[in-house]
């Protein structure tokens, strides 16, 4: 029985079901609010399950240039790195279900997995679109992986702390220094969006450029889980980013701990909406400027700025 | 680095109809491309030889989808001067109001498309929503929105009264502010200019040398337009300003197209103020005396060219198209050069390519039985042995 109940923890809740139903409910809330933004009527609330129902019963190909078994594991591994990352992240109450001190740093490692599956699986399919797409993606993790580490360091040299249960409750408890993290937040919000691959810097996948980037050769059921797995990143990204920078469950627990996180995940998930309906997407080196020249340089007068808050408050 | 071949079509998210370009990469960068056409050849002239004159009018209609009144009203035009009839001005005005008023769809279209191929989908579905305006206009004059059918020969079919009028003007007026507002879009959103600016360069020399047409000759500084330097219909009584641009890259095709769209609108409203009265339509005889006659006129996407052979009885004996993106697709490849991979589709969409309209120049011997096309070395060849025949020498050119 005491070996269950952590099996039920990363299954059930808040695992694998509540990651995979909630994710696709949060492509839903995305493609709704981006479609009434932008004048159209948007897809009904159950398309993103219809959609991964059809896949399943799609047929797999797999190209006969790349490699068999990499090329079928691939999305496993990329969905695997996504629920052990929200494993260390506080979803319905104050505290994460296994937390450890460095578990920050841990969860954003688990959380680059996802992308270097992206360039893997590109890169053994070997097709001039998907090697295109694959070098997309590498090139962007190293521009926005900085940004995105930077703009995480600064609450968490403010708090003291690397363990993200712990960032949260310094939050809850000091509710005034959540203002004082706006220009981090924001990085943070941007940098999450160039990992999700999200307009306007979904480059690796653009598709009038390369049709599908780095999964033009997947089909059916892999592709599905790859699909899969960038939703439920959105989940955790958007976990990440309330746990660190918006005081998680800012104390309460149970239902309504459940009920915060909802509501503060759907917040962001309107940002980043918002985010990917303003602006034309922009070009590979462009992105790789504007992460170096004003991300990072935001990201670290942040942290400047939490170094200068915390002697202040001794 | 190694260097890619990408192949962007003929089956491509990026292109609305069948085309080849064959891209060489070096990382993102284009080192060389090339245009491969005739994947969407029709038969169309070829089909106009078998029809009557009257009935060419619904194939010339379906040369294009979105320039479907150009091709008909210069093939019309074509057949009017043969038949020496006189159209009615009443006539004139009404095609002049259609053509303007499928200019204001086309370029309404094309910023669409130009939004969707630099991924700003947001762009994409406002200006579509705001193009229904047009479409709802031009439904309401002739009954259909994409194809008209409003061309005649010797007239047009339907005639304009005072309550569509006031329709139109009304649609015309809320068009007129929404145009201002992607005017200021695209001026001032940071990502539209650095996604658009000083991309797809077209120098003006080079632009005269491959022969580019409309807006993509005009953004080049170049000022070519047919309504200004040979006006037809009732061009010569409008008062518009030739709309070009010296940026010589997309933004400038993007400020030209939009500038000429409030140019359209105000003719539009003059030419709906000043409808002279008459008739719509003359008779004209079915059988059309021998002679030859081209006639051109200024297309959304540029000059449009049609020529005509008449041999006396209610056949053609010969019809040519040239369309405007035959033109423009020369300059394609010179554009692509040297540019971004991300950069391709929109440089291609810039020219406002519209590929069912091209595609008819396979050389097809049906001696040896065998399919060629010609490369730009043998058809110099030809074309100076061709002149040489008639006694102009050519070879020095």
């Known amino acids: 029985m005491e070996s269950i109940i952590p099996l039920a923890y990363l299954i059930i809740f808040p695992g694998f079901l509540f990651l995979a139903v909630y994710g696709m409910f ?83 490692y688990l959380l680059t997995i996802p992308t270097v599956t992206f360039f893997l699986a590109g890169w053994s399919s070997t097709s001039p679109y998907s090697t295109v797409g694959s070098m997309r993606v590498l090139t962007q993790l190293f521009a926005y992986e900085v940004p995105l580490m930077l703009s995480l ?19 809850t408890a000091h509710p005034v220094l959540i203002p004082s993290q706006l220009l981090g937040f924001l990085a943070a919000l941007i940098a999450l969006q160039v990992k999700l691959e999200r307009m306007p ?37 958007a976990a990440l980013v309330n746990a660190v920078f918006l005081g998680g469950s800012l104390g309460f627990a149970g239902w309504a701990g459940i009920g915060v996180f909802l509501g503060k995940t759907l917040f ?36 400047a700025f939490d170094i200068f808050l915390k002697f202040k408050l001794g | 680095m190694s260097k890619i071949t990408i192949p962007l079509g003929p089956q491509h998210p990026a292109l609305k109809e069948p085309e080849n370009f064959m891209l060489v990469l070096e990382g993102e960068q284009i080192t060389g491309a090339t245009v491969n056409l005739g994947y969407n050849h029709r038969g169309m002239e070829k089909a106009a030889e078998n029809r009557t004159y009257i009935q060419n009018l619904y194939l010339i209609e379906r040369v294009c989808g979105i320039c479907s009144h150009s091709h008909t009203t210069t ?35 094309w910023l669409g498309v130009a939004g969707y191929e630099m991924g700003f989908e947001t762009l994409f579905m406002y200006t579509w929503r705001d193009r229904e305006q047009v479409l709802d206009c031009l439904e309401m004059l002739s009954g259909n929105r994409v194809h008209y059918s409003i061309n005649t020969i010797g007239g047009v079919r339907r005639d304009i009264s005072a309550e569509q009028k006031a329709g139109v003007i009304k649609r015309i007026d809320y068009l007129i502010e929404r145009t201002n507002y992607y005017i200021k879009l695209a001026l001032e959103e940071p990502t539209v200019a650095a996604r658009t600016a000083n991309v797809g360069k077209l120098p003006p020399e080079v632009a005269i040398e491959r022969g580019a ?68 339509a003359v008779k004209v005889p079915m059988r059309i005396a021998p002679g030859e006659c081209v006639n051109h006129y200024e297309a959304p996407r540029g000059e449009d060219i049609h020529y005509l052979k008449a041999n006396g009885t209610d056949k053609p004996e010969r019809l040519k198209v040239r369309a405007p993106t035959l033109a423009n697709l020369q300059s394609v490849a010179y554009m692509m050069e040297g540019g971004w991979l991300a950069d391709v589709p929109l440089v291609i969409a810039a020219i406002d390519p519209c590929m069912s309209c091209t595609d008819r120049a396979v050389v097809w011997d049906p001696k040896k039985g065998r399919k060629q096309v010609y490369g730009w070395e043998e058809l110099r060849k030809l074309s100076i042995e061709q002149y040489k025949r008639r006694g102009v020498d050519f070879t020095r050119l």
């Open chain 1, 268 to 303: 962001i998930t309107f940002l980043l909406a918002l985010l990917k309906v303003l602006m034309a997407r922009i070009r590979i080196e462009q992105m790789i400027n504007f992460c170096w020249k004003y991300l990072a340089p935001v990201a670290m007068a942040q942290v």
């Open chain 1, 26 to 108: 949060l492509q839903w809330v995305d493609r709704k609010l981006c479609a009434v933004m932008q004048n159209r009527m948007g897809p009904p609330w159950f398309q993103p399950f219809a959609d991964f129902i059809k896949l399943l019963a799609k047929e797999v190909i797999v190209p006969d240039a790349a490699d068999s078994a990499m090329f079928r594991a691939l999305p496993y591994f990329a969905m695997a790195a996504v629920i052990t990352a929200l494993v260390s992240i506080p979803v319905s109450g104050p505290a994460a279900l296994f937390s450890y001190q460095g578990d920050l740093v841990a969860v954003i």
């Open chain 2, 75 to 109: 093939y019309i035009t074509n057949v009017e001067e043969l038949a020496k009839c006189e159209t009615p001005k009443r006539a004139l005005a009404i095609r002049t109001l259609f053509a303007e008023l499928e200019r204001v769809h086309s370029h309404l279209l």
């Open chain 1, 201 to 237: 810097f979904d480059i690796p996948h653009a598709k009038n450029e390369i049709v599908g980037g780095q999964f033009t050769e997947y089909s059916g059921r892999l592709l599905n889980f790859f699909l899969l797995a960038v939703d439920m990143e959105l989940v955790v990204g």
């Open chain 2, 213 to 280: 047409v409309g807006p993509t000759a005009r953004a080049s500084g170049i000022a070519r337009d047919v309504r200004k330097d040979e006006p037809y219909l009732i061009y010569n009584e409008l008062d518009f300003k030739l709309i070009t641009h010296n940026t010589n890259d997309v933004f400038g095709r993007l400020v030209v197209r939009a500038l000429e769209l409030v140019e359209s609108y105000k003719m539009i409203k003059e030419v709906l103020n000043n409808l002279p009265e008459g008739p719509i």
């Open chain 1, 153 to 171: 360091i600064g609450p968490a040299i403010l708090a003291g702390s690397w363990n993200i249960s712990e960032i949260a409750a310094f939050f």
